[in-house]
């Protein structure tokens, strides 16, 4: 069977971050010359899968420089036409293509109302690159499947190599060290039980919770995207509000759980559903169903969990005749106003 670009991808995807963690010293003169120990916030903008890398990095800028972080709207610049106060904020804009015009909107937005602006992009030549003052590229090369892999982990990654230097943290520069062998090795975890359940499924619920909520949201995306299947991406901690009263037989629930202070409370209801009858697929933890690997740290566990749900993703899209390259009513650039 002709192997897809998606599958090629998904497999680039270590050497993507093995080339952003060499770079280090050049994300080290990034991080100081932000200066950011007087910035009110944060403010993330990104669209997509590049929200899902910023959903991640939320949860690393506040649990490890402490510093608030807000969702930037874009609209607001571009529909509303309405600056926000930003001066001295740091804004982080991450982008695949850098060429939506509501994120370089956005971002010259912020940069001329005085905030410290920072482009994670794959394409280093475009235009949301020229808006900002600081730019750290990806590295990705061409990416040929409609469905973003590569240029996703990557994203997380390069966001956390950012965070390493801006909060000066040992730990997570040795987890980010790690993380290319630990995405290699997540190649060989077959998560094939997950697309048995797919099948017969109305939907599929997707949950998780704090550092690995962004590949949660980006799992479910792709579930939509590629095998056409609706999907929500919900915290953990919201399955146990309204969205538990929609859980039934069709739903099934894949859920990740990371070994931080979120993972207790993740344990708990998997318990909880599992008595409810509902066909849950959990990785990691002491009551994982799932392939995983030894427990690892839970930033970097967050962005190895994209690997095996990826891969099961794409074979379950060839198994039922679908191309995982062209999902229909999709463009690879889609520029937003």
Known sequence: MTTSAMACEIAESADVVDRIVRSRLAMRDIAGRLAIGSAPLCVICGRGSSG????????????????????????VITAFRTPLRLRGALFIVTSQSGRSPDLVAATQSAREAGARTVAIVNAAASPVADSAEFVIPIEAGHERSVAAT?????????????????????????????????????????????????AGASAVFVAGRGLVLGSVREIALKLSEILRLP????????????????????????????????????????????????????????????????????????????????????KAARACG????????????????
Do not use: C
Not at 52 to 75: C, D, K, M, N, Q
Not at 322 to 337: A, G, Q, S, V
């Open 150 to 198: 590569k240029t996703v982990i990557g994203s997380m990654a390069a966001g956390a190599a950012l965070v390493a230097e801006l909060a000066d943290n040992g730990a997570l520069r040795g987890a980010l060290d790690r993380l290319p062998a630990r995405l290699n090795r997540a190649l060989a975890l077959d998560w094939s039980e997950i697309a048995d359940d797919l």
């Open 322 to 337: 679908f191309d995982p390259d062209r999902p229909p009513r999709l463009n690879k650039i889609t520029e937003t106003f």
């Open 52 to 75: 899902h890398a910023g959903v991640f990095l939320r949860y690393l800028i506040e649990t490890r420089l402490r510093l608030p972080v807000s969702a930037s709207a874009p609209s």
């Open 231 to 314: 999907s929500v991406g919900v915290s953990a901690a919201e399955l146990q509000h309204g969205p538990r009263a929609a859980l039934s037989p069709r739903t099934p629930v894949i859920m990740m759980r990371v070994g931080d202070e979120t993972a207790a409370a993740v344990d708990a209801l998997a318990r909880e559903l599992r008595e409810e009858k509902i066909a849950l697929h959990l990785a990691g933890g002491p009551l994982g169903s799932l392939p995983w690997l030894a427990e690892e740290d839970p930033s970097t566990d967050a962005i190895t969990m994209l690997v095996p749900a990826y891969r099961m993703i794409e």
